[in-house]
């Protein structure tokens, strides 16, 4: 009996811990009234302006 071998690997599976976090997406928040937005990929924060207040937002954690 020889046991060789590795046993099983079950590796892998390198958390995407529950939907949305950081990566490429993120938020967008407002700095003057505290909306917050979907960041866009490839779009900077801020490019886009707030809906409510019109001020450039800026990238939230
Ligand atoms: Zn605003």
């Not at 779009?43 to 809906?51: A, G, V, W």
């Amino acid at each position: 009996m020889s046991r060789r071998g590795r046993g099983g690997g079950a590796g892998g599976g390198r958390g995407r811990g529950g939907g949305y976090g950081l990566g490429p997406g993120g938020q967008c928040v407002c700095p003057s009234c505290g909306y917050t937005a979907q960041h866009i990929v490839g779009q900077p924060c801020y490019s886009m302006k707030c809906p409510n207040c019109g001020s450039p937002m800026t990238r939230g954690s």
